[in-house]
């Protein structure tokens, strides 16, 4: 049996598809990722759920809970682009390292004002060192390019930027990376590339190798409690203990490319950050690279990535704290406490994590990228880069304390019911919806406030966002926040039928027969019918099958009475049918998930299949010495094959038809077997093939 050519594509268009893509990203935080049936909701209920909007003055922590959170200002440094690093002065001001020309900009009374130039590509790293004194570190201009460090006093400032002097310069080094300073031994220490040195500098600006790395790049730095260095490479992502002038052992081998900060703790609790990067990391451009227009000088390596951060306790295993899948981590910090603050390379996020893994999202500023942060002390504060900006930290809560959702995509327009969710306090709660991904000027204004879940006021959309307010209550916790929808119900269109007989060649070029000289399937009844649907809403669909004999108006079942069958293909077994060419036709209905006003249904019938599941037949055979002749005919046709080999082997030989081409039911065949039979008697079989496999042999002895 033979399917002639059972397949049909819909004139459906790319409309749907693009409405089947974008319904897939509604489904993150729809409880219908599986089926739609009915109403659907948007559950918010884990920390990926509650970004990628807007919080500002909250903090959504990985069990789902927001509250208000810090209160962060915004100060927008001008005449910079990218930022560096920062550190806090003795008077509380606070200097940051730019990468416009290497200056510094001092943040102090609510203001940003250029105070320094250094003439480098970039002023790169910070540290507050002797008597209160700011040492900064820059990626070096001249060429060969030297890493200079620069000592800035109480007093710098004025009218004009001042211009910097070198402190000390530190040889065979281009780039400085980190700077720390054990006041203990009040000394500084510089970590360097591309030679991957550690230099120990002291308050005259005299400089010595105090370690030499086998990486290229020491990328970070810090000093513990008890005097002892620890650097982070990059290359290898090696966290190295340095316990002394050219002594150190690798407290940590990490998977990524670098280790981008390190921060020890009061108790001697180290953290570290390490990073993965797409195309791996990349040492900061050298100056003549710069020359193009754009950014000075960016952070050394790719711009997006993944990035992990680890506690190490003496006495106890390796501990991974808090992981981002979605960006690399370029910042970190300690609060008084402990507790680690880490900045992201991308969408500009600050996390923090606690003793049981509990991760919180505690600052999301509009800069691309977080390059410092300070937490201790009097004076706290984010840094972000591209663009540049300082954002103290001006306490928690706040009458701005205000949560905003990114948009929840229902896949199509829908109506919305129910708002619900848990807290503890009193939490107002708003809708606004529109069609647009991006809300616009034409989303329907923000709803009368919610002060308890009720029922959603916003028109119907594709799309809504929530917002919750924390002002009438700072401490208020706010959680499992979950909106029912319906969405119009969309008609499933089937698109595309093919069958084929569960014994046909895969190659799609000769359906059902063997190649000439191979082994012979054996032909089967049953035809394999699949059929693709678009069903834009994902409702559960019911499929009936039928089918109907050309030239007949009867449609059959081809499915048992009653039998409610979802699968989208189908053994259709053709032994008690008529043999003939059919039709196929394939119904999606979603009456199974809607009520009957709502149901929708749309068929699609296939090309012609050829059931035939008889064999050919030789109406007449001939040998005369080695010249072979014979007529051979099928009752639907058409012939596909004829063949010839000495019997008992498989050396099959092809024999084409006299008109040459095999077309017709009823072929006639003539060949000169002079090259094929050797001298002699021997038995030569002869065979045949119709289209749909089925064969018939016949021997003949020559003589």
Same mark, same amino acid.
């Given at each position: ?64 809970? /927001? ?30 390292? #730019? ?51 620069? &000592? ?30 054990? %006041? ?15 230099? &120990? ?100 390596? %790719?711009? +997006? ?87 103290? /930290? ?29 807290? #503890? ?6 809708? &606004? ?33 929530? &917002? ?97 069958? #979802? ?32 149901? #929708? ?27 072979? +002749? ?8 058409? /012939? ?25 039911? +009823? ?37």
């Amino acid at each position: 049996m033979i399917l002639r050519k059972a397949l049909f594509s819909s004139r459906s268009g790319s409309g749907r598809a693009a409405v089947v893509a974008l319904l897939a990203a509604a489904g993150a935080l729809s409880a219908a990722d599986v089926h739609a049936v009915g109403t659907r909701t948007f559950d918010l209920a884990k920390l990926s759920d509650l970004e990628g909007g807007d919080l500002t003055g909250v903090s959504a922590d990985s069990r789902g809970r /927001i509250r208000a959170g810090f209160n962060v200002g915004k100060l927008p440094i001008q005449g910079a682009e990218t930022t560096w690093c920062a550190a806090v002065t003795a008077d509380g001001s606070v200097l940051i390292g #730019t990468g416009n020309e290497g200056k510094i900009a001092r943040i102090t009374g609510g203001t940003a004002t250029i105070v320094a130039t250094t003439g480098q590509m970039a002023v790169s790293a910070m540290a507050t060192a002797w008597n209160g004194d700011v040492v900064a570190g820059t990626l070096g201009s001249s060429l060969p390019a030297a890493g200079n460090l620069y &000592r800035i006093g109480k007093n710098a400032g004025g009218a004009a930027p001042q211009e910097l002097k070198p402190f000390a310069e530190l040889p065979g080094a281009e780039n400085v990376m980190a700077l720390a300073f054990d %006041p203990k031994s009040k000394s500084l220490y510089a970590a360097t590339g591309p030679e991957g040195k550690v230099f &120990r500098i002291d308050e005259g600006g005299r400089a010595q190798v105090y370690f030499d790395a086998d990486d290229a790049h020491i990328v970070s730095l810090a000093v513990g409690p008890d005097g002892v260095v620890y650097a982070g490479t990059a290359g290898k992502a090696l966290l190295l203990k340095i316990t002394g002038a050219g002594r150190a052992e690798v407290v940590h081998d990490f998977e990524g490319e670098d280790v981008s900060a390190i921060a020890v703790a009061k108790n001697g609790t180290v953290w570290a950050a390490s990073n993965k990067y797409t195309g791996g990391f990349s040492p900061p451009p050298k100056r003549e690279s710069l020359s193009q227009p754009g950014p000075s000088a960016n952070k050394p390596g %790719p711009k +997006s990535g993944e990035g992990v951060l680890y506690r190490f306790v003496q006495g106890r295993s390796p501990e991974v704290m808090f992981e981002s899948k979605k960006a690399h981590l370029t910042a970190l910090a300690l609060a008084d406490d402990g507790r680690p603050y880490v900045g992201t390379g991308s969408e500009g996020r600050v996390y923090t994590v606690d003793d049981d893994r509990l991760e919180s999202l505690v600052a999301d500023i509009e800069s691309r990228q977080v390059s410092a942060i300070v937490m201790a002390g009097n004076k706290r504060f984010i840094v972000g880069s591209d663009t540049a900006s300082f954002h103290e /930290i001006r306490g928690t809560g706040g009458a701005d304390a205000l949560w905003t959702s990114k948009a929840l995509d229902a896949g199509m327009r829908a109506r919305f019911g129910n708002l619900s969710w848990r807290t #503890t306090g009193t939490v107002e709660v708003q809708t &606004r919806s529109g069609n647009t991904v991006e809300p616009d000027g034409t989303w329907s204004a923000w709803s009368a406030a919610l002060a308890a879940p009720g029922k959603v006021t916003s028109p119907q959309a594709r799309y809504i966002q929530l &917002r919750a307010r924390f002002s009438r209550e700072p401490n208020a916790i706010l959680s499992d926040l979950r909106l029912a929808f319906v969405t119009d119900n969309a008609r499933a269109v089937v698109t595309h039928v093919e069958a084929k007989d569960k014994s046909a060649d895969t190659d799609g070029l000769k359906t059902g027969v063997v190649a000439s000289g191979a082994k012979p399937s054996k032909p089967s009844p049953t035809v394999n019918v699949k059929w693709t649907v678009d069903n834009p809403d994902k409702d559960d669909l019911r499929y009936r099958v039928s089918y109907r004999l050309e030239g007949q108006s009867t449609w059959r079942d081809a499915l048992k009475p009653g039998d409610v069958y #979802t699968k989208t293909d189908l053994d259709w077994d053709t032994t008690a049918l008529p043999e003939g060419s059919y039709r196929i036709r394939v119904e999606a209905t979603d009456e199974i998930s809607n009520p009957p006003d709502r149901v #929708t249904k749309h068929q699609l019938e296939s090309s012609l299949v050829l059931v035939d599941n008889t064999p050919p037949v030789f109406r007449a055979m001939s040998l005369a010495g080695r010249k072979l +002749s014979g007529d051979v005919f099928d009752g639907l046709g058409p /012939i596909a094959r004829v063949e010839v080999a000495i019997a008992g082997t498989d050396d099959w030989r092809p024999l084409f038809p006299a008109d040459g081409v095999f077309d017709d039911p +009823s072929e006639r065949f003539e060949a000169d077997l002079a090259s094929v039979i050797p001298p002699g008697s021997w038995l030569v079989a002869v065979r045949a093939y119709d289209t749909a496999g089925n064969s018939v042999s016949r021997e003949l002895e020559a003589k």
